[in-house]
Each structure stands twice: as C-alpha cells, then as structure tokens.
C-alpha cells in the first residue's frame, strides 16, 4: 500500500479551536457574546458564529477580539497560529460538491483523530471498504438519496482517498472496529464483491493500528443502538459521529460522549476477539465463493 505525508493539523480542528479559545477568553473578561459585540461594533451573531467556527475570522477580527480580551504576547501569536493553520485546505475539500456538509467536517476532524472507535451493525465500516463494495452501498441509496452517477463515482473516490490518508499514513490513528455478524453476510453486490471484501478486511486487521472484532448474531447484544463513531484527539474533546440517511449529527456533551465511550467498550467485551474474528471472517470469505 502506498503512504501519504504525515499531516500537520487539520484545518477543521483548528478553526473548532480557535473558536472555543475565543470564547474562553471572553469568558474570562465574563462578557457575554452580546456585550463583546457591542463594544465591538459587530453584529451578536458574529461573535456567536465566530465561537462555533462557522464563520471565519480576519486577521484584523482576532486583533479586535484580542484587544478587547486583553491578550497580547505568546498567546496572541497562539491565535494567529490557529488562524493561519485554519484558512489551509484539507483534502476532503476536493469532495465538498459530492458530500454533504456534515461529513466533510467528520473527515475534518477524523484527520487528527488519534483514536477512532467505531461500531457498525449494518455494513462493513468505510474505512475498511474495497472499491467494488463501496460502489455497492453507495449504489444502494442512490434512488432514495438522490445521488447522480458523477456522485457516486466522486464519492467512492472520497471513500478510497479518505482510506489511504488514515490507515496508511506515517501517523495512523488506532482504529478499533467492533462489527456485527450480520454485516458480514448482508449481500452488496456479486458474490465475487462480497468475497473480496472479506478478504479485504481480513487483510486490514493484521494492521499493526487497527483492530476489527465481530460481535457474533448468537452473542449477548448489550447496546440497542445504531452505527457511531467515537474521535479522542490529543488536544480537544471527544466527539461522536453519528450518521443517518439525508444527515448527521455530531455529539460533543461530554455527558453523553462518555456514555457513547461505555457503550462501544460493553460492545467491545461481547465480541470475538481479534483472532477469533478472523476466523469467523475467513469462514464467511469461504461462503461467498457459492
């Protein structure tokens, strides 16, 4: 497999960043976001946007927020810093005409995930997908999602890009997947496609960073809920993905986060191990030769 370059901070994270030091610093000062903006001249709902990184500051923005938080020295060159690394491009910016809007900032934030833990009981995981069966459930949906035949060619692309710049790059996070049996049997596409991707996947979980376990049909199902995916990062919360047909919803109370981190790890304990699941994995491979 080939590698991609070692990435120096996502721009997604570095904008969600930027905006939560922002708002600490006007905490601090115990402004709210109304008074800030008043003695500021600006609108209440720049500010707001501001904080929740969906409008970009200038240059000249984060110097009028700095003077009126009082910050100056290294922790003014700190913001600059964030702000310069925000307005860089990520790669999943290619995609944005063919993705929705909440997926490209999963992949924002997935580019500096150090760890990502995810739980499928549906179909096997994206990142783990060959081509052939990424066409397959993407094609699923089409009718129903209303997605072109150019959209669907530009998101197995994503998909296949978004693999290699995760699993393989120098500075790969540990992905740990827990699986459900019946993803491993649901048909997507010829025999040939699905044989393929289990012989893909068993492939992928000799990773040294990735581990992949099934949690058997005749197992103890100790979670009733759907597909997620929990991010820890170095320097920011945890959050969790959470994916439905037309959109997605992203988890940040961290409340909640950690009942998300509960159960992936009550998940997690009622699996096959990773040897036991390539086994299992191995003798599906077997079935889907007819």
């Known amino acids: 497999m080939s590698t991609v370059p070692p990435q120096h901070g996502s721009p997604t994270v570095r ?8 708002r600490l610093l006007r905490e601090r000062r115990n402004l709210t976001g109304a008074k800030a903006a008043r003695d500021l001249g600006w609108s209440p ?4 946007r ?3 990184a ?3 500051p200038s240059t000249d923005d984060i110097a009028a927020l700095a003077k009126l938080y009082h910050v100056g020295g290294e922790k003014l060159d700190e913001l600059f810093s964030l702000l310069r690394d925000a307005e860089q491009r990520g790669w999943w910016e290619d995609y944005e005409d063919a993705l929705p809007a909440e997926y490209t900032k999963f992949l924002g934030l997935e580019a500096e995930a150090t760890t990502q833990r995810d739980w499928e009981p549906q179909v ?7 081509e052939a069966y990424a066409r397959e459930v993407i094609l699923a949906t089409r009718g129903i999602a209303r997605i072109t035949h150019s959209g669907v060619r ?6 296949l890009d978004r693999q290699q710049r995760v699993l393989y790059r120098p500075d790969a996070c540990v992905l740990m997947v827990v699986l459900d049996e019946s993803a491993l049997t649901r048909r997507f596409g010829e025999p040939a496609v699905m044989r393929e991707q289990m ?3 068993l492939e992928v979980s000799l990773l040294p960073h990735v581990s992949v376990r099934v949690l058997t049909l005749d197992s103890v199902h100790p979670v009733n809920t759907g597909a997620f995916i929990h991010l820890k990062f170095a320097s920011f919360d945890d959050v969790v993905y959470l994916e439905q047909l037309y959109t997605a919803d992203f988890v940040e109370d961290l409340g909640r986060v950690a009942g998300y981190e509960s159960a992936f790890d009550h998940l997690r304990s ?12 191995q003798r599906k491979a077997m079935l889907w030769r007819g």
Do not use: F, N, W, Y
């Open 15 to 22: 904008r969600l960043r930027l905006g939560q030091e922002l």
């Open 45 to 48: 709902s720049k500010v707001s």
């Open 50 to 52: 501001i904080e929740a």
């Open 54 to 56: 969906k409008t970009m």
């Open 124 to 130: 096997v995981p994206g990142l783990l997908q060959t």
């Open 154 to 159: 530009s998101r197995v692309e994503a998909r």
């Open 199 to 201: 012989e893909h996947l």
């Open 270 to 281: 009622e699996a096959l191990d990773e040897s036991e699941s390539r086994v299992l994995i």
